[in-house]
């Protein structure tokens, strides 16, 4: 069966917030503002339903073989996360948390926020297809630069965008943690 990579629609949420938390883990915590897997999750969840944040179904693509979940991609410009992440920011205040987000682009940069297949598909070239994916997307918006951080212990996942074409440009702190930054130029 043929694997189709499409946006997200609201309803895949539940599926989706549990690769997003496998992802991104501690980052979860703050943009979530909770602290509990569960709490996380159903926030993520929440989040994923709505159109006025980086984790909005808008901004996350899914690869898809016939109605299994294989794997997601998150992606957004570096210019417009600003006024979503304000949007993030005021919504946690709301609910009484103090948090900060981090920058993780470039303005002009178009960016992987996150990227993750299921653990039941991983090693099929689900990844790869994701970032080609991202790359298409990043040239159809009119976009030379495609970027991403990698945590420096995933050497795994920092051999494979390299193998893609990705090099690091330059340190990055997301959560107080070190991160390289990857551009691929377009």
């Known amino acids: 069966m043929e694997i189709i990579i499409r946006q997200a629609r609201p309803v895949e949420a539940i599926k989706i917030a549990p690769l997003i938390f496998d992802a991104i883990g501690e980052i979860a915590n703050r943009l979530t503002g909770e602290h509990e897997e569960d709490a996380i999750l159903n926030t993520l969840t929440e989040l994923i339903t709505r159109t006025d944040n980086r984790h909005s179904y808008l901004n996350t693509h899914v690869a898809m073989q016939g109605d299994q979940l294989l794997g997601i991609v998150v992606l957004y410009d570096g210019l417009s996360v600003k006024a ?80 893609v074409g990705f090099v690091i440009t330059e340190p990055w702190t997301i959560i107080d943690e070190p991160f390289h930054h990857m551009v691929k130029t377009l």
């Open 84 to 163: 979503l992440d304000a949007n993030l920011m005021a919504w946690l205040k709301e609910k009484k948390v103090a948090a900060t987000i981090d920058v993780e682009a470039h303005d002009d940069e178009y960016y992987i926020d996150t990227i993750c297949v299921a653990p039941t598909a991983r090693g099929l070239g689900i990844g790869t297809k994701l970032l080609a994916y991202a790359e298409q997307i990043a040239r159809e918006k009119g976009y030379t630069k495609l970027s991403l951080n990698v945590e420096l212990e995933k050497e795994k996942a920092r051999a494979l965008y390299e193998r």
